[in-house]
């Protein structure tokens, strides 16, 4: 039988209108199968779809109709058979009906815009559908329309759609991330809307990594968008104070993120400014840009990109020490990313160690830079720039592991107690003489000593760099502790002499070189040793200093613990007895811990402090993390219905000199806090 081509639309439309007759069969699995089948039309009539989603019969011309095989039939055989026949399908009864008729509705906007626009509203209300089953296969249907650029997302949708964003199920939640990735959305406010569910989802489920690539192709998808967002982003990240912009905030990484795909955009005819600091935070998320773009572009390429737009140096040709000690050399080869030619390194093995260390020396010059040029003239703008590095540190330091991941901590306390000078020094130049008391620069200075303590012996394998480092930070501390108290203190000088002395040896073979600042204290201290000279001289000798973080590190360590209690938390506390001891049970995990170290439990209830040594020989494990368990004992317990114990493990450490801080039974000498502080809570015997 011969047809034409208008013949086969009518046969078509005629097939449709036999399934659409079926589909309102009383057998479920007729109904299943018809409306299985709508979707696999390959051919239908605008008129007949349109007809197909509203119960009310749309007027057509009363002359027209089908001519099959030189036979003409009836409009009105159009007309019944397919109204509101996929409006009936996802009110049936059955969720198999249910689904089937969301997947017919989804693969048939390909035949016509209008429909796809008027399905999208059917869709849309069957996201409310009880079954679980049903609004997966919605999802899909969307999904499907999306992909072939037949989903339009007006306003109206956003609010339905979002919620889907934060939904329970994960399924759910993962569909519409996809679907997400594809649409269009033409108005800035449904972007933002969009960006702000895909954030909250993130918080509410960080283990969902996956969300950052639908970020990056959303914000590739609107480049002129994007690049709005990124002009805000860059502003509030200039004008950040204090504590208020942190980098790892799944919220800041998701909006430079977005930021950034402004530059893959296919927005070619406009102009799109991606402002440089944007670039240079950006740096920290490497992987996740390179998770996103897959295998369009290697890790070097983007790294060099993001390096030349943030205006930062890029490590080229240059020998990076291993874990081992051993050093591999870069070879330096063209790569184009974003129309750009950039020199990029590629190590022959080694490379994520490689990327990181590039990423940090560019942040460890940016620190020297803002040292040189903002302490004289622009401190306020020089804490900014501290901050903001260590910020970046950190994530580094949460994404490495072994020494870079040692070394990315240290540099994080390092520039910590750079911070804090710079915060005492500006106390020192306002000269409050006449303080009585403890005031900031008692507390500053605290929080100085215990961040110069931590680098000192927290870190196992530190190298004569390191340690000249750390140990020149001890000088200015003391320095600045002569300062306050305008006299020589005996403890303070004791310290200055053992520091000295301490680097007269790490320097006298010539490997390490003593700064000036090291020098002139170590001269004026040699000439004057009760130390009047230093205090008068205190404005010279700051201004010697110098910030120059090492960057060989050898084989660092960090030395750390975790503390566990099992099973208990504010629902499900520990028993205990009014008056009587009680004894706690600790998981406990050591690392880099060797046998000369000396542990210590402290457990405080309010102003109440009690210590109890730790002894780990019984420890199962190596040098490297040991493992156990010990059954601590609280001497008393508080005359209360409840209480909450704070305990942490402390690491004993000295100076060479005794400062006696210790007694009844706790450390003998300075301190270090090891873990985390842990909450046990406790609840009397007579209140279960």
């Known amino acids: 039988m011969d047809i034409d081509a208008k013949g086969l639309g009518d046969l078509m439309d005629l097939i449709f209108l036999q399934l659409s007759s079926m589909a309102r069969d009383m057998c479920t699995k007729v109904r299943i199968e018809a409306f299985s089948a709508l979707g696999k039309m ?54 198999q009906v249910r689904t089937a008729a969301c997947t017919s509705l989804g693969a048939l906007a390909k035949f016509s815009g209008q429909y796809a626009e008027k399905a999208l509203d059917l869709l849309m209300d069957m996201m409310n559908d009880d079954t679980e089953a049903v609004r997966l296969q ?138 440089s600091i944007i670039f240079a935070h950006a740096i920290s998320l490497l992987e996740k840009f390179s998770s996103a773009l897959g295998e369009e572009v290697n890790q070097d390429s983007i790294l060099s990109y993001l390096c030349h737009k943030g205006g930062m140096p890029f490590w080229g040709n240059r020998s990076i020490s291993t874990e081992f000690g051993e050093s591999e050399s870069c070879k330096v080869e063209t790569v184009e990313v974003g129309g750009k030619i950039e020199n990029t390194a590629k190590a022959a093995k080694g490379l994520d ?33 501290l901050r903001t590095c260590k910020e970046e540190l950190k994530v580094f330091a949460e994404n490495s592991a072994g020494s870079i991941g040692a070394f990315s901590n240290f540099l994080c306390e390092y520039l910590h107690a750079i911070h804090l000078i710079v915060e005492i020094w500006q106390l020192i130049k ?8 403890l005031t900031s620069h008692d507390i500053l200075l605290e929080k100085l000593n215990i961040s110069i303590r931590r680098m000192e012996y927290c870190y196992a394998g530190l190298n004569r760099e390191l340690e000249v480092q750390v140990l020149e930070l001890s000088l200015l501390a003391n320095l600045f502790g002569l300062s306050k108290i305008e006299a020589c203190s005996k403890v303070v000088l004791s310290k200055l002499l053992w520091i000295i002395s301490r680097l ?19 001269k004026t201290f040699d000439a004057n040793p ?21 960057r060989d590190f050898g084989m660092l360590k960090e030395i750390s613990a975790v503390l566990q209690v099992c099973d208990n938390s504010s629902e499900n506390p520990l028993s205990y007895i009014c008056g009587l001891p009680v004894g706690v049970s600790f998981n406990i995990s050591l690392w880099n811990i060797s046998s000369h170290h000396r542990l210590w439990f402290r457990m405080s209830i309010g102003e109440s402090m009690q210590h109890a040594f730790l002894e780990f020989s019984s420890f199962e494990g190596n040098e490297e993390v040991k493992n156990g368990s010990m059954v601590v004992p609280l001497d008393a317990t508080p005359m209360a219905h409840s209480f909450v114990l704070r305990v942490c493990l402390l690491m004993e450490c000295s100076y060479g000199i005794s400062t006696n801080q210790g007694g009844h039974g706790g450390p003998s000498d300075c301190v270090v806090q090891l873990s985390d502080e842990l909450d046990v809570y406790f609840v009397s015997t007579g209140q279960r």
Request: hydrophobic residues 40%; glycine residues 8%.
């Open 42 to 95: 390959q051919r239908v009539s605008e008129g007949v779809l349109l007809q197909s989603l509203s119960k009310k019969v749309i007027k057509t011309d009363p002359m027209s109709g089908c001519i099959i095989n030189g036979q003409k039939l009836p409009p009105k055989i159009k007309i019944p058979c397919a109204a509101g026949i996929f409006a009936h399908g996802i009110e049936d009864e059955f969720y």
């Open 138 to 275: 919605t999802l899909k249907a969307l999904f499907h329309m999306a992909t072939y650029g037949y989903l339009r997302m007006e306003e109206k949708h956003m609010h339905m759609f979002l919620g889907l964003l934060v939904d329970a199920n994960h399924l759910i939640r993962n569909a519409a991330h996809k679907i997400l990735g594809l649409v269009n959305l033409p108005k800035l406010q449904m972007f933002k809307s969009a960006l702000d569910g895909l954030i909250t989802s993130l918080e509410k489920n960080p283990e969902e990594q996956d969300i950052y690539g639908i970020l990056f192709s959303i914000g590739k998808n609107h480049g002129s968008f994007s690049a709005n967002i990124a002009k805000h982003l860059a502003k509030e990240i200039t004008m950040a104070s204090d504590g208020e912009l942190i980098l790892d905030k799944p919220r800041i990484k998701a909006l430079l993120i977005v930021s950034i795909s402004a530059s893959f955009s296919d927005d070619k005819h406009k102009k799109l400014d991606i402002p």
């Open 353 to 385: 160690r490689v990327l990181v260390m590039q990423s940090m020396e560019s942040i460890l010059q940016t620190v020297e830079g803002a040292w040189t040029t903002k302490m004289t003239s622009d401190i306020f703008g020089a804490q900014t720039i």
């Open 430 to 437: 306002l000269d409050n003489s006449y303080t009585f008391g």
């Open 504 to 522: 007269d040896g790490l320097c006298a073979d010539g490997s390490c070189e003593l700064s000036d600042f090291i020098r002139e204290i170590k």
């Open 530 to 550: 009760i130390g009047d000279t230093m205090i008068g001289n205190i404005h010279t000798l700051f201004g010697l200093f110098r910030v120059k973080p090492a």
